[in-house]
């Protein structure tokens, strides 16, 4: 069974930062795509960044100059580290892979607060 599991999430103030980190646990061959979404208390579930194999990371723009993405693909590893913290980058953090199957996987959140 894979799982994917995150952690790193937690309380920061603004202008702060965190690390997130993301491990896969079970059988996931050839992942493609590593990314980091993130759900706001009412609002949609959005990408925030994602790496592909050899590709160009994406940003979405609020987050472009703040936020890194980097994988491992001997670890099947995912981070993102987040400077600058705003209060508007509160949300819960999923990381999702998806492979050459077809498959996409997600892992279970990590709460992200960025509060004074």
């Known amino acids: 069974q894979v799982q994917l599991v995150e952690s790193g999430g937690g309380l920061v103030q603004p202008g702060g930062s965190l690390t997130l980190s993301c491990a896969a646990s079970g059988s996931i061959f050839n992942t493609y795509r590593r990314a980091w979404f993130r759900q706001a208390p009412g609002k949609q579930r959005a990408l925030v960044a994602q790496i592909l194999n050899g590709g160009t990371p994406y940003y979405r723009d609020s987050v472009k100059g703040r936020f890194t993405i980097s994988g491992d693909n001997a670890k099947n590893t995912v981070t993102l580290q987040m400077n600058g913290l705003k209060p508007e980058d509160t949300a819960v953090y999923y990381c999702?892979?998806?492979?050459?199957?077809?498959?996409?996987?997600w892992g279970q959140g990590t709460q992200v607060t960025v509060s004074s």
């Open positions: 999702s892979y998806n492979d050459l199957a077809g498959r996409e996987f």
